[in-house]
Structure formats: C-alpha cells, structure tokens
C-alpha cells in the first residue's frame, strides 16, 4: 500500500531523513519509533505533502501510485490521514462544518451524492459517542481552548468519520491519560481491517500494549536501523536506543 | 476656476420649476461646496483616499429609470420585502413593490413625499447631514432630487424589511446620483432597513448619497448597507444617525464592490439607554479602495456603544478605517468598545487603520484595537489532508474571519451573498440550510 524507497529529505538546507526505506502491506499496523529529532514527524509531513520539505532522492508510493506529484487534499481523498503530533486550533470553522466538508469532499471525489444531513448526523453521533466525546464538540470551533487530550479525541474522530485507506497517527499517546489512552486505542483498532493500514509514530511502549502492532521500526538519523515484530517495542522499552544505536554503527 | 466650479459648470442649466425654498436650498448646497471644494489628501480624514476620479468625471444626471426585469433580478435580492427602486437615482415603479405596507408605515420616494407632506419632511430632511458636514453632502444638498423617506408610527413592528435598491447601470456615458435617504423610527417602533447599491458589470457610474436615520424613543432599527458596486463605479455615502432614549441601532456596513468607495457613519447617542452596534465588513481586491469613517457621539450618560469591522484584502486593494468615539463631558457610565481587524490575503494590499478615542468623562469603560494578519497557512494546511481543496480551505478560513460579523447579520439572503463574494464557490458545496437543519436535528436529539 505504502512504499517509501530511499527518501532524501532536506529541510531548510540540513539533510532530515536520510535514505529511509519503509513498505506497509494492507491490513498492517506499523509502529515507528526513535529518539527525538530522528526524523519521524518529518516522514509523515512528507507524506501529507506539508510545504518546506524538499525531497532530494527517492520516492514514496501509494497503491502504486507517485505520492509526491499528488496535491495536498488528493493524498487525502486517496485515503491517506495524517493525525497531527499537534493540532492546530482552527478560530470560526465549526468541528461540524470541517467534517461535513471533508466527507463531502471524499464523496464527491468518487462521484457520490453529498451525505444527507440525518444520515450525517447519524453518523458523526455514533462516532462520537464511541469517542466518549460531548454533543457539544461538533459546535466547537476545531480545536480552539481544547485540552491536549481532546484535541488528540478529536483527531481519531475525524478518522472514524474520515475511514482512511491509511492512517498516519503522530504521537496520538502524548498528553493522554490511562483512560484517554484506552478510548483513543479503542477507536484506532475500530478502524483495523484487512484493507486498512496504521503507521503510528510513538516513543512509548503503553500505547503498543492496546494496539498491538505487526511490526515495529527504530528510525535513528533519518534511517530505519532495525525492524522487527512487538517484541522489540518491548526491548526498547527495557533497554533504550543505546544498543541499536551501537549495533546498526558495528 | 476650482474644480468643485468646474464640476458643477458641467452640468448646465437646470429646469427650475422647483419651489423657491427648495431651490434655495440647491443654491446653498452649490454654494458651500464651491467653498470647500472637493477634499485632498492634506484634509486628515480624507490623506488615505484620493477623490480626484470624481472630481474629474465628467457625469451627467440620469433623466429615466429604464432596466427590465431580468436585468434587474441580476442585480436585486430575492427578498420578501417592502421595496423600493431607484435606477440610476430615477424612481422607478415599475420596479417597487410597496403593495402591503402596514397601518402606519410609508415608504415612499422623495417627491412624493415632499409634495403630500413637504412641511414634516422638509423639516427632517438635511437636520443630521446638511451642507457643513463634508463636501460632498453639500454636493448632494445642491444636486439631490430622488430618494427613500421612510416613516414608522409609535409601537408599529414592522415584519418584513424595508429594501431600498439603488441599481447603477452600465451607461453610455457616465451618470451620477445624490440620492437622500430618510428613515422617522417612532416611538418603540421595530424595522429592518436595507439600502442596496448594486451595479451592473460595466456601470462607471457616481452615487453621493446621504442617508439620516431618526430614532425615537425605545426604537429598534436594523440598518444594512449592502454595497456591491460594479468594480468601475464610484460610490460616496455618508450615513447619520440620531437616537433617543432606550433606542437600539444596529448598522451592518457590507463593502463588496466599487472602485472608489468612502462611507461616513456617524451616530449621536443623545438619551440615556441608548445603544448603537456597528457591524462592517468589507472586502476589496483588484485595484478597489474603500474607506470607512465611523463616529460615535456619547451625548448622555448610560450610552453604550459596540463596534467591530472586518476587513479582507487582496491583490492591491487599499482599505481604510477610521474609527472615532467621542465622550461627551458629562456623560458617565459609558461602556464603547471597538474593534478593527484585517486579513491581508496578499502581500500587495494594504490597509491604514486608526482607532481615536476622546474621552472627557471618567466612568467610563472603553476598549479598541486594531489587528492585520494573514491566514493561518498551517490551518490551510490542516484543512487540505482533510481533502478539503486549497480554495475552499481558504474561502472558509477567510469566512471564519468574518464570522464574527456575519453571525450578527439576521438575513440568510445577505448572508450568503456575502459568502458567496468572498468565498466563491463555497456555498454551493458547504450548503448553509442544510447545516441548519444538521444543527436542529443536533438538538432534538
Ligand atoms: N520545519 C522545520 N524547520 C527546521 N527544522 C526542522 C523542521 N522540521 C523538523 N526539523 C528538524 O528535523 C529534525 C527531525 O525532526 P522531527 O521529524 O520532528 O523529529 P521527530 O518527530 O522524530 O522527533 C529535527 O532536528 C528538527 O529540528
Ligand atoms: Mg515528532
């Protein structure tokens, strides 16, 4: 689904990732981690087609298709979701008014009819119930005076209502508590389908403990130096980056 | 010979069957105008906005009222509304519909009004907005012949709007108005007036039109200024407002078209309890210049005063705001706030704005500020990986800006004609009924 071949990425003239290789099968939960400033939020801006980033070398491809020549929203109505590491307040635009548009825009990008206004309705209650979120968020405007951990609800309700081909989450745990963990880890693996795939950026082991991965990426110095399945979450969790570090340097 | 002379030379003789006071009146207006002469940029309310495409256009009186219907549903709002027609400041019949006004409301044009009850309005006429104010209402004084005189009785709750249009036509040649607008709110009387200038692609067209509201004691006045001149129009307003005792006044001023566009709204709040709300808006681009200068006296104590305009700016539109407060001496217990914020939607647009607040009272609470910035790329950003495409990101954004104005605005008609200008093809797509319906059905459940 997901192919990213040697990528060269430089930001503001300092080379981010470099050489990054990473392929994501459908059906598969993949969880990237590495130490702060290894390049992980950078993939997945590049990924989004975020502007500043200059790809130098390589390519990304989704369902076989070149990702880079892709405008911004066609990476999204393709299906690719991006959950920000930190979402950003929109002052005016109603929650409600961002998700009706933004389904709109991806059926009407398949040549459907807009969503009816009950059916709707339906829809983004159920959601967000399942979300433990209040009625109240939808006349909000999106993100503005949330909590850390309610902007982070807010970015997996729109991915429930959104159902990407492939969801890119960038640190969804940070700023949770055990009980948003859960409810956000319940509505990640909702999505969970054979079609379906997950990349999640994380730094901790809890989060891996309710979304159970397939497999599991070290990125160092804008590389993958190790992958493997969730046993190695397990063992960065006990021993570090240290020995990974050492080991990919040997 | 000056060019306020010269300007008025180019008109020629006029037929004089008028009444001697009348043309008085005419003489005065020419008068005072030749002596102040048309404003420069040394005047300080006129440095930002150079009127010299005025002063030199060579505009001729329009003698007919001629637009067929389809031309004018172009130009018109679909309104379930007492209206009123002016084509290129000329009556027009035809075009108005003033067919069920309710006991104790006339709505009527100015000649009619003068001839069945010359002493009321003639009396009303020119109190707030005579020759001294600036040169051009003394220009309008000397050359004014049409307008709207609107008259409500005591506790009379008038339903449906009071919808003025004047439409500017694409002429041969290039014609101008100084229409008159004058609106008597009686007492505890309740209306919503609309003046609409709309021109049709193409006009070139001078409107100098003066504008004075009256209100009485407990009255409620809803006034809107739509304006949406065609992009080679000139349009020049100046707009008075007098309010009595525990009167409410609430003014949307929405600039979307025109050339060269300056309105003056100035509102003297001359009895406890009285209260006046200044919505504005504009949005410029291209070459166009609108300047806005708002005014309000706080003549008695227990006055309230709330302001907030909106300005949106592309390509190499110029804007201007300038908003005053003055509280009066004795007037305690004031509460005035105001607020200008702009959005330059390019780096070539520019905008001057002023806030200047004179206050001679002490109990007094007051509060201004004045912001420019540009749109909230990482917000265009967030919208796009939602698929929303980038001029739809940017046309809600840009709405969001002028939310906080338009969520005052009590008409969906206006409302989405302004969303419509300023955000393209978002209506359409973002239907606005259908999210009302989504917010009820939100609320039942
Ligand atoms: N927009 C940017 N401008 C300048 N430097 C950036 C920018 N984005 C990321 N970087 C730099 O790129 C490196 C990788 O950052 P990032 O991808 O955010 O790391 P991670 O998400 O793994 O913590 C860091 O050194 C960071 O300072
Ligand atoms: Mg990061």
Redesign the interface.
Known sequence: MLEVKDLHVTVEGSEILKGLNLTVNPGEVHALMGPNGAGKSTLSAVI????GYEVTSGEILFEGKNLLEM???E???AGI??G?QY???????KN???L???L???R??RGEE?IP??E??KLV?EQLSFMKMD?SF??R?VNEGFSGGEKKRNEIL?MLV?QPKLAMLDEIDSGLDIDAMKVVAEGINSLRNADRAILMVTHYQRLLEHIVPDRVHVLVDGRIVKSGDKELANELEARGYEWVLEESAA | MSAAHAFLQRLGERADDEPTWVAARRQAGAARFEALGFPTKRDEAWKYTDVRRIAEGEFTLADDAELDEARFAALGMPLDAHRLVFVDGVFSADLSDLTDLPDGVSVEPLTTAMRTNHEAIGGAIGRLAGVDFSPFTALNVALSEEGAVVRIGQGVVVEKPIYVVFASRANESARMSHPRVLVMAGARSQSTVIEHYAGEAGAANFTNVVSEVMLERGAIVDHYKLQEASSEDLHVASIHVEQGRDSRFTSFNLNLGGALVRTDLVTDLNAQGAETNYNGLFFVQGRQHVDNHTLVNHNAPNTFSNENYKGILNDRARGVFNGKVIVKRDSQQIEAYQNNANLLLSDRAEIDTKPELEIYADDVKCSHGATTGQL????V??????????Q??RG??T???A??VMDQVRLPVITERVERAVAGKLPE???LA??V???D??EE?
Do not use: C, H, W
Request: proline share 4%; charged share 25%; glycine share 6%.
């Open positions: 989004a087609g975020k502007d405008e911004i929203e990476r999204a109505l979701l991006l920000f979402p950003v307040e929109i002052p005016g635009v409600i008014y961002l009706k548009a933004a709109n825009a991806q009407v990008a807009e206004a009950p709707f309705m209650r009625g939808l006349q405007a729109q959104l | 909230d790329e990482e917000a950003f967030a919208l796009r990986t939602r698929g929303i495409d980038e739809m990101a809600l954004l709405l969001a800006f939310g906080e797509r973002f239907n259908d999210l319906e989504v917010s059905a939100l459940a």
